[in-house]
Nanobody, 126 residues
Framework: QVQLVESGGGLVQAGGSLKLSCAAS????????VGWFRQAPGKDREFVAA????????SYADSLKGRFTISRDTAKNTVYLQMNRLKPEDTALYSC???????????????????WGQGTQVTVSS
């Protein structure tokens, strides 16, 4: 069993930055793909970014490339999402999730993720 806990959300002005964290406990992220998703009020959850735990492959939603960066700290068993030049439309509940590495080719699909955190709220004011 894996427990995922997100942190780092908050209220920020447009143009600002936030760095979200996703800490795993129970077991390590090894042999996993880790993803970030977000869900805005009244909208479906959407893919943000994902990476293999080895760090050799990353994937981003096309609309977020260049502003968001996913990374990890293996010693802390933590995955991060650095978000820059935030826009009001980035307001959402951001959740991290873990999937078997064998599902990497489908890492943009939330259905392949086995473990989810509770999420951290990001609100961007205009």
């Amino acid at each position: 069993q894996v427990q995922l806990v997100e942190s780092g959300g908050g209220l920020v002005q447009a143009g600002g930055s936030l760095k979200l964290s996703c800490a795993a406990s129970g077991r390590t992220f090894s042999s996993s793909a880790v993803g970030w998703f977000r869900q805005a009020p009244g909208k479906d959850r959407e893919f943000v970014a994902a990476m293999t735990w080895s760090g050799d492959i990353t994937s981003y939603a096309d609309s977020l490339k260049g502003r968001f960066t996913i990374s990890r700290d293996t010693a802390k068993n933590t995955v991060y999402l650095q978000m820059n030049r935030l826009k009001p439309e980035d307001t959402a509940l951001y959740s991290c999730a873990a999937a078997p590495i064998s599902s990497w080719s489908l890492s943009r699909l939330e259905s392949v993720y086995e473990y989810w955190g509770q999420g951290t709220q990001v609100t961007v004011s205009s």
